[in-house]
């Protein structure tokens, strides 16, 4: 099956740019989505498909997909920016398709 | 608004069975596959399942399949999960998940919690 490997954490400074990356076996030909979870909280979309943003979602969070790693990119880093981030794809070199999602990784902000 | 409220989750005893229920709102509900996400205290996103806007076509994790069975009622704007043969592994916090037309989950409900102990 396949898999989808975060760092565990991440931490930057309040203003300073924080980078989540997510790498899997040629990850770059898949389409890869973003969620962030606060605690107590059900998870929300931040980015969809590489690089787009659902409305609501402000443009400091970015993303680029190429290769073997995927990045979310949260630009001008707030203390409300601090929360566990999720990559996810869907896998269909089964015969059936399957959501992977990565391990996670909490951004701390100093 | 759209919606989706999860209910009932409980305490059952390994080899028990539970079945949760998610309403949604605010959607054209049958437009849409339904997904059931699950989240072991502590730890990260396991997908559980999935059901086509039609009911006609469902899939599983390996982790569930054979003991838990996903069906939905579009007359009554329903997800269900019915879960069989729990194992103290299946303990986690049930989310159903809307997904959007690019294939992301899009609304996530606020989820319900299975536990399984003896």
Redesign the interface.
Known sequence: SYVLTQPPSVSVAPGQTARITCGGNNIGSKSVHWYQQKPGQAPVLVVYDDSDRPSGIPERFSGSNSGNTATLTISRVEAGDEADYYCQVWDSSSDHPDVVFGGGTKLTVL | EVQLVESGGGVVQPGGSLRLSCAASGFTFDDYAM?W?RQAPGK????VS?ISGDGGST?Y??SVKGRFTISRDNSKNSLYLQMNSLRTEDTALY?CAKV?G?????I????TMVTVSS
């Open positions: 997904h996400v990260g996103l396991e997908w999935l899939y994790a390996d989310y959007a690019y294939d992301a989950f899009d996530w409900g606020q989820g």
